[in-house]
C-alpha cells in the first residue's frame, strides 16, 4: 500500500498563495505518478494537475495553468502543488492520489490510493 498526507490548507483571501504536500510513504516503489484533485460542495471531483516521479512530467487542468505548480521531491517522497493567485472558485478540498501505472492521469479511475484531503478556501 501507499499511504498519502496532505497538509498546508487554510484560509487565503483572492489573489493569495498556498503551497500543499502531499507526503507518500510505504510502497512508493510502485507509484509512477501523483496527481491532485479537488472536490467543491456538490461538484464532482476534478483533476488539478499530475506529476510523474521519475521524470518529473506535468500536466494540469486548463482552469489552473499559469497559477498552479506542481513538483516533486523524490528524496522526501513529497510531492507540492503551489498555488498562485488564487481565486474564490478554486475553495474545495483538495486531494492527492497515488498511480500505479503510466497514463494521463486525468482520471480518478488511474488513481488507487488517496490521501484524507486538505481544504482550502479562498475568501472573495
Known amino acids: 500500500q501507499v499511504q498519502l498526507v496532505e497538509s498546508g490548507g487554510g484560509l487565503v483571501q483572492t489573489g493569495g498563495s498556498l503551497r500543499l504536500s502531499c507526503a507518500a510513504s510505504?510502497?512508493?516503489?510502485?507509484?509512477?505518478?501523483v496527481g491532485w484533485f479537488r472536490q467543491a460542495p456538490g461538484t464532482e471531483r476534478e483533476f488539478v494537475a499530475r506529476?510523474?516521479?521519475?521524470?518529473?512530467?506535468?500536466s494540469y487542468a486548463d482552469s489552473v495553468k499559469g497559477r498552479f505548480t506542481i513538483s516533486r521531491d523524490n528524496a522526501k517522497n513529497t510531492v507540492y502543488l503551489q498555488m498562485n493567485s488564487l481565486k474564490h472558485e478554486d475553495t474545495a478540498v483538495y486531494y492527492c492520489?497515488?498511480?500505479?501505472?503510466?497514463?494521463?492521469?486525468?482520471?480518478?479511475?488511474?488513481?488507487?490510493?488517496w490521501g484524507q484531503g486538505t481544504q482550502v478556501t479562498v475568501s472573495s
Open positions: 506529476i510523474t516521479w521519475s521524470s518529473g512530467s506535468t
Open positions: 492520489a497515488s498511480a500505479p501505472r503510466r497514463g494521463l492521469g486525468l482520471l480518478l479511475k488511474e488513481y488507487d490510493y
Open positions: 510505504g510502497r512508493t516503489f510502485s507509484s509512477y505518478a
